[in-house]
Nanobody, 118 residues
């Protein structure tokens, strides 16, 4: 059974930091491109960051460049999102996503809420 379980969300003040984790199981994690998406109320889901299977290629949304860092540990089947200098506009539900290189298989986590507010 495929599972992506996010954790690490919560309430943080502007300028603060959070580290999200996504623990994967039920598929060959090391073969998949892993991404973080987010969806704010009333808005479409958007890509935040993506990392290829071996970590050789990483992409970020312009809105988070220089503040967020995506990483993965294939030995632990886990992908991370380190979020620094958080802003109120980063408030959203953050989702973990896994895509097979052929794009045949796509998996989503249940999401974790991140709220940036004073």
């Amino acid at each position: 059974q495929v599972q992506l379980v996010e954790s690490g969300g919560g309430l943080v003040q502007p300028g603060g930091s959070l580290r999200l984790s996504c623990a994967a199981s039920g598929f060959t994690f090391s073969r998949y491109v892993m991404s973080w998406y987010r969806q704010a109320p009333g808005k479409e889901r958007e890509l935040v960051a993506a990392i290829t299977s071996a970590g050789g290629s990483i992409n970020y949304a312009d809105s988070v460049k220089g503040r967020f860092t995506i990483s993965r540990d294939n030995a632990k089947n886990t992908v991370y999102l380190q979020m620094n200098s958080l802003k109120p506009e980063d408030t959203a539900v953050y989702y973990c996503n896994a895509v097979h290189p052929t794009s045949i298989y796509v998996y989503w986590g249940q999401g974790t809420q991140v709220t940036v507010s004073s």
